[in-house]
């Protein structure tokens, strides 16, 4: 077994344990932190195909910003973890079906007559001038340019969707406006009354 074998069969064992975990453990916080493991050795997988765009961006996208801030809102909830537990059984045959239903189409499609030595060409190793965020924005913006588009319009709905329904006004939301804030004279906060002075006898 070459090294490089061995640095898949590392990185695949350790990501099909994290992502157990992910599922199986009972604390919120450490299945993130589970899942945070697996998406860094998804990235070594992705290295490892030579698809380093591609790992970077799981890396800094989904661990630095996107867990963070679940682990943050997980920690920051304070979850009761008896009502978890809960139920457990009740649910199980339901959950086995579905686990079921899940490995029996994931065979289907990555079996070996699609996916298998005989089926898929050996890697071939790239130059040492190439470019893979070039060939993939190369194929993004030539190829799949409509369906980028498409996506493009339809994230940019769902954000203006997403503000619209945030900044609508609530009669019970408190709120400032900050040009009328600015526009405020002395005379609208501060009332003078002039009073004759008193004296008062010894």
């Known amino acids: 077994m070459d090294f490089e074998r061995f640095v898949f069969y590392f990185f695949a064992a350790i990501l099909i344990f994290a992502a157990a975990r992910v599922i199986t453990v009972r604390n919120p916080v450490y299945a993130v932190l589970h899942l945070v493991l697996a998406f860094f050795t998804s990235a070594g997988l992705w290295m490892l195909l030579e698809a380093e765009f591609l790992a970077i961006t799981l890396v800094l996208v989904y661990v630095g910003a996107v867990m963070v801030l679940f682990l943050f809102v997980v920690m920051m909830l304070d979850i009761n973890l008896s009502p978890l ?68 319009v339809i994230l940019l709905v769902a954000i203006i969707a997403a503000i619209a329904l945030t900044m609508r006004k609530r009669p019970e939301t408190k709120s400032q406006d900050p040009a009328a804030q600015i526009a405020v004279q002395a005379s609208d906060r501060v009332r003078v009354v002039k009073m004759a002075s008193e004296r008062k006898n010894p």
């Open 85 to 152: 537990s809960e139920g457990f059984i009740r649910y199980l045959p339901v959950g086995l079906g579905v686990a079921a239903l899940i490995v029996l189409e994931m065979y289907l499609v990555v079996r070996a007559s699609h996916f298998g030595v005989d089926t898929m060409a050996n890697q071939l190793r790239h130059a040492e001038g190439y470019s893979n965020v070039k060939e993939l924005g190369g194929v993004l913006y030539t190829d799949y340019v409509y369906p980028f588009e498409i996506a493009s």
